[in-house]
């Protein structure tokens, strides 16, 4: 399920159009027990994201989402938002942390706030944004926090127009 | 392709198994144009990872897979790996980096190093290792660099055996 929100602001942003304390709100993603194990079988295939049965006898007491699944879902979920960053959503680094796992059933959302703002000394054509996320369920649970750093262009001389 | 590497030592460790400045080092694991436009349909549908036409134009100058692909291809290497911590690998959280980007034929290998091993203070059956892992493809080229907080628990009372 993705249901898309509409924002009235540009899609597209350069470096110049971005302001600290900025936030976005994302879609929302159902993910469902299928794709949990699914994306475990092919990249964290463990007992406590592959079978209900065997989840429960571990540390998470029941089938859980891998936390690269929850990270790809948020990429997912920023690339598809309502604001992306012009020549698209790169990052040169990132911190996350998993404060509570994913469950089947949860409907993932994201809030991204742009935190810092540093043009380049060297490469005058770019900078580096620093986005921080929290990507929470339909209770409000959160279910990933991520820092990201992400290198974000100026606006190019011959482009007039922000979308 | 995955390449099994073997090796002497015990697979599965516990809390107190484990040494800061030990090393292991993963199978391999080759990434395939398909894979990368693949991966990137579900979770990061970006131009630069779906098409090699529209990835010339762009910041990579080429099909390049989404960090958040190396980052789960690493994590099945590190899960099938020669060494895994008892109870699984659980992350608390982590730092990851992507100092170039994956490339289609990048046969990647992943080599680890525990840099710290702290015992909680407050649950005496577990604790904290520091996990430093270079991702590497066939030329040694680092494509990840990471280092994850994984929660380990100590061998219980009724365990006699560590494999």
Same mark, same amino acid.
């Given at each position: 399920?993705?249901?898309?929100?509409h924002?009235?602001?540009?899609?597209?942003?350069?470096?110049?159009?971005?302001?600290?304390g900025?936030?976005?709100?994302s879609?929302?993603y159902?993910i469902e027990a299928a794709?949990?194990?699914?994306?475990?079988?092919?990249?964290d295939p463990?007992?406590?994201h592959?079978?209900?049965?065997?989840?429960?006898?571990?540390f998470?007491g029941?089938?859980?989402a891998?936390?690269?699944?929850?990270a790809a879902i948020?990429?997912r979920?920023?690339?598809?938002g309502?604001?992306v960053m012009?020549?698209?959503?790169?990052g040169?680094?990132?911190?996350? +942390?998993?404060p509570?796992p994913?469950?089947p059933?949860?409907?993932l959302q994201v !809030? +991204?706030?742009v935190? !810092?703002?540093?043009?380049s000394?060297?490469r005058?054509d770019?900078g580096?944004?620093?986005l921080? +996320?929290h990507t929470r369920n339909q209770?409000?649970?959160?279910?990933?926090l991520?820092?990201?750093?992400?290198?974000?262009?100026?606006?190019?001389?011959d482009a007039d127009?922000?979308d």
């Amino acid at each position: 399920m993705t249901t898309q929100t509409h924002h009235a602001q540009a899609r597209v942003r350069y470096l110049e159009d971005l302001q600290v304390g900025e936030r976005f709100k994302s879609a929302s993603y159902l993910i469902e027990a299928a794709d949990i194990k699914d994306f475990a079988g092919h990249f964290d295939p463990q007992p406590f994201h592959m079978d209900e049965d065997a989840a429960r006898a571990t540390f998470f007491g029941g089938l859980a989402a891998s936390g690269w699944h929850t990270a790809a879902i948020t990429m997912r979920l920023l690339v598809t938002g309502p604001v992306v960053m012009a020549g698209g959503i790169v990052g040169a680094g990132v911190e996350a +942390s998993w404060p509570t796992p994913t469950r089947p059933g949860d409907v993932l959302q994201v !809030e +991204s706030e742009v935190v !810092e703002i540093t043009p380049s000394r060297s490469r005058p054509d770019r900078g580096i944004v620093v986005l921080q +996320s929290h990507t929470r369920n339909q209770q409000g649970e959160v279910r990933q926090l991520m820092r990201a750093k992400l290198v974000v262009f100026r606006r190019p001389a011959d482009a007039d127009t922000i979308d």
